[in-house]
């Protein structure tokens, strides 16, 4: 089992005070106003937290995937929509530090890091959710430049992002093995955000449509080689897979941390409603559930560093488990908290609608299962 050293249990807890006094104070009126807290991401970006992916030769601030885990678990603890922004500038970037040159590294490493531009992972289309490879996105290459046509949909954070790495077909005939990746800038003519999607939960967390009109993209923002996009799209997913769970492990957290607190101070029928077992069992129950999330969470994230080839087994396995406990567990806190957890005026009922994303975005879990049990027959 993977256990946190001494450096890196004192960059969780560094977070994790951070989180509790800027974060968690501002979480209920992101979710109301449902506005990008830009004055987080500036705290996040002074912090070194967006360029936790981002090795140092490209500008960034890397010391193993598991300090990106830690991070966004910590953040989500107290608002899962803050912990978007430093998971999603990860997301977004991997595809360029898995495929592409040196000089796509060197170019826009720096501007991650720094938190100067937003970076969003396009991969999702209308017709292509869970069947990723059925994309009608198109490059067609014209001397020096691609002209890119199609659409993008559910992009996280990006009506906002500067620049999106997206995926597109440059060889339709090759199926999967004619999918490419691209560098797309917001400036590059014809490309336009079309929709801001209106959602249940991460209201802070802006997620659009996003549009590509004969957009001219210059050859070098190829991604790596020509055809090797899905693949590159795979093996960032299931590195961001454990950035997912470790949200979820945040948000399960954060809930049961609620949830123990109320209970101590509720008082029903004589005593505080703590002491009735029926209630800490079930915290009993929802901690135990956050332990063994978190145990595999960690474990994946190792993984990741270590390029073990088991990676997009155990990514798949703690996203679909760490995901369906952080479900379980703000409906269990929720349900402690009683008439309380269903107002808006306590946090249970926005963690609850934060946490179901978790069990939907980056595959879902049915798709996990598909991962997992693929792996498992191979
Ligand atoms: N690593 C490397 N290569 C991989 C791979 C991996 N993990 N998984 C697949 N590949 C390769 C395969 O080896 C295969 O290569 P060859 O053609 O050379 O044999 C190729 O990719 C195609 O693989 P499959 O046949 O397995 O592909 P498939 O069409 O059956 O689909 C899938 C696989 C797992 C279902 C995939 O489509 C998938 O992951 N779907 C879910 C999509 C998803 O997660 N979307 C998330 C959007 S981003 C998001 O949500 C972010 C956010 O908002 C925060």
Known sequence: MYALNDEQSLFAAQVRRMAAEKVAPRSAEIDKQGEFPWDLKKIFQDMGLLGLSVPEEYGGFSRGHIYLCLAVEEIARACVSSSLIVQVQSLGWEPILIGGSERLKKKYGPLVASGEKLVAFGLTEPSAGSDAAAMKSKAVRKGDRYILNGSKCFISNGPLADVITVFAMTDAAKGVRGISAFVVEKEFKGYSVSKWESKMGIKGSPTGELVFEDVEVPAESLVGEEGRGFVYAMQTLDTSRPVIASQAV?????????????????????????????????????????????????????????????????????????????????????????????????????????????????????????????????
């Open 250 to 378: 945040g948000v399960a957290q954060g809930a049961l941390d609620r949830a123990v607190k109320y209970a101590k101070e509720r008082v029903q029928f004589g005593k505080p409603i703590a002491q009735f077992q029926g209630i800490s069992w079930m915290l009993a129950e929802m901690a135990t559930q956050v332990e063994a999330a978190r145990a595999l969470t960690y474990q994946a994230a190792d993984m990741v560093d270590r390029k073990d080839p088991r990676t997009s087994y155990m990514s798949a396995c703690c996203k679909m488990f760490a995901s369906d406990v952080a479900m379980r567990v703000t409906t269990d806190a929720l349900q402690i908290a009683g008439g309380y957890g269903y107002m808006t005026d306590f946090p249970f009922e926005r963690m609850m609608r934060d946490a179901k994303i978790t069990q939907i975005y980056e595959g879902t879990n049915q798709i996990m299962k598909l991962v997992i049990s693929r792996e498992m027959l191979k």
